[in-house]
C-alpha cells in the first residue's frame, strides 16, 4: 500500500484499515475442504505465518500446477538467479488473468518473501517429457493435480521442478504448510502494463 500513502503516518493507518477487513490478517481464512485447519502455521511459527497460510487457503477453481481447488500449496524459485525465474512465473500468470479481462492495463507491486526448507521433495527435473511440466495449463494441470495428489498420499512433502516460463530456472511448491520457514522480506518488484501483454519490469 506504500504507493497511496504519502506519510508513515498513513500507511500506518491504512494497514489498520486494512486489518480490518483481510482475512489473512484477522486468522479468518476460508479453509478448503483439503486443509485440516490444524495444518495452518499461526502465531507461533514468527513472521510470514498468515502469508503461508494464504497460499494453501486461497486457491483458484482450477487449482495450480501441483494443487487442485481443495488445497493449495507454496511455490517458490530458488538456486542461481531465482529472482529473475520468480518474474517470469509472475508475468505468464498476471498476464494470463489480464488477458481473461481483455485489458493490459494494470501495476502490480511484489514484495519478495524468502524462506527456507529443512526436508526433502521429490525431483521431476528428470521428467520434462511429462505431461504436468508443459508449458500449457490445460495440459499441465490436470497431470501436476494427480500426481501431487499421489505424493500427499504417500506422506511425500512436495516436489522440485524446472520453470515452464523460464528456461534453466528451478522451482519447488511445497505441499504442507508447517515446512514454509524463516519467512524474511526481500526486494520490490513494479510489474507495470501499458496496454501490451508484455509488462515493464522495475525495482522498487
Known amino acids: 500500500m506504500a504507493p497511496l500513502a504519502d506519510t508513515a503516518g498513513e500507511l500506518d493507518f491504512l494497514a489498520e484499515i486494512e486489518a480490518l477487513t483481510s482475512a489473512r490478517q484477522t486468522g479468518e481464512l476460508p479453509v478448503p475442504d483439503g ?58 500468470h498476471l498476464t494470463r488473468e489480464l488477458e481473461a479481462t481483455g485489458c493490459f492495463e494494470n501495476i502490480t507491486f511484489y514484495r519478495e518473501l524468502l524462506a527456507g526448507f529443512t526436508t526433502r521433495f521429490h525431483d521431476l527435473s528428470g521428467c520434462k517429457e511429462e505431461a504436468f511440466l508443459a508449458a500449457d495449463p490445460h495440459q499441465a494441470y490436470p497431470a501436476g493435480q494427480a500426481l501431487a495428489r499421489e505424493v500427499l498420499a504417500a506422506d511425500g512433502n512436495g516436489v522440485l521442478y524446472p520453470s515452464a516460463r523460464r528456461p534453466g530456472g528451478k522451482c519447488l511448491a511445497a505441499f504442507r504448510p508447517n515446512l514454509v520457514q524463516n519467512i524474511r522480506q526481500g526486494r520490490t518488484w513494479v510489474f507495470e502494463w501499458q496496454g501490451v501483454p508484455v509488462p515493464l519490469i522495475s525495482e522498487r
Open 35 to 92: 486443509i485440516h485447519p490444524l495444518e495452518l502455521q499461526n502465531e507461533r511459527h514468527g513472521y510470514g505465518w498468515t502469508y503461508v497460510n494464504a497460499a494453501f487457503c486461497y486457491t483458484r477453481a482450477d487449482g495450480g500446477r501441483f494443487n487442485g481447488p481443495e488445497r493449495g500449496a507454496w511455490y517458490a524459485a530458488y538456486g542461481e538467479d531465482a529472482a529473475a525465474t520468480t518474474r517470469a512465473e509472475v508475468t505468464f
